[in-house]
T-cell receptor, first 118, second 113 residues
Framework: DTGVSQNPRHKITKRGQNVTFRCDPI?????LYWYRQTLGQGPEFLTY????????KSRLLSDRFSAERPKGSFSTLEIQRTEQGDSAMYLC????????????????FGAGSRLTVL | TQLLEQSPQFLSIQEGENLTVYCNSS?????LQWYRQEPGEGPVLLVT?????EVKKLKRLTFQFGDARKDSSLHITAAQPGDTGLYLC?????????????FGKGTKLSVKP
């Protein structure tokens, strides 16, 4: 297993365009998370999935943002009608968790997808 | 208002010096984690602490979780240039969602040779 993989690593787009990021988690991990990180800030929680179910969404996730994990494996994060304020690093992470799991919630992060909106 | 406050925000020291960075909150956390992040990469987990008063050591790094589980510290002994990076604390609020790991803004450490 090569860890959490994110694509593309970099995306430059014009304001108003739609963009989609993909995340492939560690194969045995049932939880998948999306975070956003801007310069000088720590990662901010956007949403997380347990298997294919989206269990929680942050208020940061406006209606222009949508995340899916259709088969409980890879996930996509789509941003519609991008704005300059969407420029950030979008981080994906995965972990084991949920009922029956008594361990700590240990996240493994991908290298991120950097979005620049011109 | 940041739920997890990290200090200092920036730290620049010489190789061989010791340092401590802090992570404080007014809220109780069921667990706290420390991550290190290098430019252009995702955070990498260093340690998880779950018990109030817990101390964990990882080579030259010592992590402590406060007795009340509201704060944590990271102490580095004899810092090396390879320790340079952004150190982030993150936690799960007591009674909060297990899926929502809250991060501080981080301490940016630079160790000069």
């Amino acid at each position: 297993d090569t860890g959490v993989s994110q694509n593309p690593r970099h995306k430059i787009t014009k304001r108003g365009q739609n963009v989609t990021f993909r995340c492939d988690p560690i194969s045995e991990h049932n939880r998948l998370y999306w975070y956003r990180q801007t310069l000088g800030q720590g990662p901010e929680f956007l949403t997380y999935f347990q298997n294919e179910a989206q269990l929680e969404k942050s208020r940061l996730l406006s209606d222009r943002f949508s995340a899916e994990r259709p088969k409980g494996s890879f996930s996509t994060l789509e941003i519609q009608r991008t704005e300059q304020g969407d420029s950030a690093m979008y981080l994906c992470a995965s972990s084991l968790g949920g009922s029956g799991w008594s361990g700590a919630n240990v996240l493994t992060f991908g290298a991120g997808s950097r979005l620049t909106v011109l | 208002t940041q739920l997890l406050e990290q200090s200092p925000q920036f730290l620049s020291i010489q190789e061989g010096e010791n340092l401590t960075v802090y992570c404080n909150s007014s809220s109780v956390f069921s667990s706290l984690q420390w991550y290190r992040q290098e430019p252009g990469e995702g955070p990498v987990l260093l340690v998880t602490v779950v018990t109030g008063g817990e101390v964990k050591k990882l080579k030259r790094l010592t992590f402590q979780f406060g007795d009340a589980r509201k704060d944590s510290s990271l102490h580095i002994t004899a810092a090396q240039p390879g320790d340079t990076g952004l150190y982030l604390c993150a936690g799960v609020q007591y009674g909060g969602s297990q899926g929502n790991l809250i991060f501080g803004k981080g301490t940016k450490l630079s160790v000069k040779p």
